[in-house]
């Protein structure tokens, strides 16, 4: 269960270190980042959806840090 949530964790730094030039490596929420437009944030979330095979749900967007890696992490977990 480890290696999961490992690959799951790398997946995601990998894609937002595609669109983000300056990432906090230990638990980013990428809701609060000031680079990112409502457009970046709707791409990011996308491509998340496509590289993990899952759909985030309206109830997923209302979790508390929902934009932190942990929670993305947990979201996904859950969806797999």
Do not use: C, R
Not at 5 to 13: A, G
Not at 26 to 55: R, Y
């Amino acid at each position: 269960m480890k290696s999961k949530k490992i690959d799951i964790k790398k997946k995601l730094f990998s894609i937002l270190k595609k669109k983000i030039k300056k990432i906090d490596e230990v638990n980013p929420d990428i809701t609060k980042i000031e680079d990112l437009d409502s457009i970046d944030l709707l791409n990011i979330l996308s491509e998340i959806e496509k590289k993990f095979k899952i759909k985030f749900s309206n109830k997923d967007y209302l979790k508390k840090n929902f934009g932190t890696i942990s929670v993305l992490e947990t979201i996904i977990k859950s969806k797999l």
